[in-house]
């Protein structure tokens, strides 16, 4: 899968980014929500892996943008803000992940979204 990891902390996208290449994926990293909009505009992704709390726009406001640009668009929440989770899944995000999780969960996770 080709995937767009868009989160703040720089060394999670890194360790994740290493993570899921050992597993064949294609990965991406924005270290905020404008960088991964500009990089979802230029290239077309299987999955976006999007974290709540971040400098400038939050992951809902990002979401909401990219929802609007691709009706298709799967989003996969990763976040320690547990209060966004009902609004990430009614709005359309295909899962929600509470952080801290051990990197096998989300690794199932973009699985399952994969074969959807």
């Known amino acids: 899968m080709k995937i767009l990891m868009i989160d703040d902390e720089i060394m999670i996208l890194t360790l994740f980014k ?4 050992t597993f064949g994926h294609k990965v991406e990293i924005a270290i905020d929500g404008d960088t991964g909009l500009k990089k979802f505009k230029n290239t077309n992704f299987d999955l976006i892996v999007m974290d ?7 992951g ?10 691709d009706k298709n668009v799967k989003i996969l929440f990763v976040s320690a803000d547990s209060s966004v989770k009902k609004e990430a899944i009614e709005m359309g995000a295909v899962g929600f992940l509470l952080k801290p999780f051990y990197i096998d969960v989300l690794i199932r996770e973009i699985e399952r979204v994969g074969k959807a």
């Open 60 to 69: 809902i406001q990002v979401s909401r943008e990219m929802m609007n640009m």
């Open 52 to 58: 709540y709390r971040m400098h400038g726009k939050n």
């Open 18 to 21: 290493d993570f899921m290449e």
